[in-house]
């Protein structure tokens, strides 16, 4: 039986590696990026208790979310292929180590708590025929409040917000959803 051995990275053909170029150009942009996001948990920290303030306030702070979990899955997938390269290579077994610290002070720091999150989920799901419409999210508000649409009227006036506008719409009907419907 012929004794296979496993090649070094630097003695593996390069087509035969990842291209984690597409995500950081280089360890020093991976590094900028994590000094970057330093500030990260705090500012969704300084969301915790505010979510139900208004539409705008929730909006910000999904974007912000959203925006969040891109960047620390770059952050994170980086170090992570680095670090599988080589196991024995402690500077990147450290940069993995950074970037899960990060993911764990930010995890900490989120704004919806277990009760929040609750309210959280019945703010959406009240919005839900409005349309928080793939993601662009378009809230629903009357007079500036956002209104679940249980309470809302035939006749009643509510403004949809969006990033880049708002309308005024009159409501025709309010009914009970279709379990499979979409949007």
């Known amino acids: ?16 590696t990842w291209n984690l170029a597409d995500i950081f150009p280089d360890d020093a942009a991976w590094s900028a990026e994590y000094e970057a996001l330093q500030q990260l948990p705090e500012k969704i920290a300084a969301y ?30 980086y170090a992570s292929c680095k670090s599988d390269q080589d196991t024995a290579n402690a500077f990147y077994q450290d940069m993995r180590g950074k ?13 919806i708590s277990p009760a929040a999150a609750s309210s959280a989920a019945a703010l959406a799901a009240s919005l ?8 662009g999210y378009t809230v629903a508000s009357v007079g500036g409040t956002v209104t679940p649409v249980e309470h809302l009227a035939p ?5 949809l917000r969006g990033d880049k506008a708002e309308a005024d719409c009159t409501v025709l009907t309010v009914r009970k959803p279709e379990r499979n419907a979409t949007l």
């Open 48 to 77: 915790s208790g505010r979510l139900g303030e208004s539409a705008e306030t929730l909006l910000e702070f999904l974007r912000l979310d959203d925006e969040a979990g891109v960047r620390l899955g770059k952050l994170y997938g």
């Open 99 to 111: 970037a899960m610290s990060l993911y764990v002070a930010y995890a900490g720091a989120d704004a």
């Open 128 to 135: 839900n025929p409005y349309g928080v419409l793939a993601r």
């Open 155 to 159: 006749g009643q006036t509510v403004t």
């Open 1 to 16: 039986m012929a004794e296979h051995t496993i090649p070094k990275r630097e003695d593996v053909p390069e087509e035969y």
